[in-house]
């Protein structure tokens, strides 16, 4: 893997949002914006360009300007790993590099994620990092390189899979984050996660 190669963002909002009564997550009202507004707003900075991974409703976010991308239908219903298969898939067909994968659901994601998870997969060689904050992973808070497509269809083809599972096989770079924030990786997943957080 090259030096100083591109970094793409992929924020993951293709999920049917079960818990939140089926409500877009990423469009949820948060402190006056869409929820997903405010993790853009930390993502920005760190990435050369940021892609959306939807399957529904691609009309209310159009208005990000952002380039949507769906799951592929050989992958449907197969959730994060799906939206991360066609990320890595755009990725590896156009913009070879990096790719940091975060949800669509953590407004307070640290500005010096991307960082330090290359850093740490730079000095450990590997092509993939992932966060843990001291207490578990968060597999879906991920530095993943797109040589690593075909191991994920691989994976894919195994069977349903998680993941977790994935970045243990591939023997993803854990990274400490336990020097972060107690909410950086809060997630809001329901309406009182949402109380919670917006407090």
Request: aromatic share 6%.
């Amino acid at each position: 893997m090259a030096e100083r190669e591109s970094v793409r963002g992929l924020v993951l909002a293709g999920g049917e949002s079960r818990r939140m009564r089926q409500a877009d997550k990423a469009l949820i009202d948060f402190h006056g914006q869409p929820l997903l507004a405010h993790v853009l707003e930390r993502l920005r900075p760190q990435v050369d360009e940021i892609w959306l991974n939807v399957n529904r409703n691609q009309h209310h976010y159009e208005k990000f300007g952002l380039r949507l991308l769906s799951d592929h239908a050989e992958q449907a219903g197969r959730g994060p790993l799906a939206g991360i298969h066609a990320g890595l898939s755009c990725s590896a067909a156009q913009h070879p590099g990096w790719l940091l994968v975060c949800p669509c659901d953590s407004p307070f994601l640290p500005g010096n994620l991307s960082q330090r998870l290359q850093a740490a997969a730079t000095e450990s060689e590997r092509p993939a990092a992932v966060v843990h904050d001291g207490h578990r992973l968060h597999p879906v808070f991920c530095l993943l390189h797109s040589d690593l497509l075909p191991e994920l269809e691989a994976h894919l083809r195994d069977g349903p899979g998680s993941v977790h599972a994935w970045l243990e096989a591939i023997e993803a770079t854990v990274v400490d984050f336990s020097d972060a924030p107690d909410e950086a990786f809060a997630n809001i997943n329901t309406p009182e996660d949402l109380r919670q957080l917006g407090d």
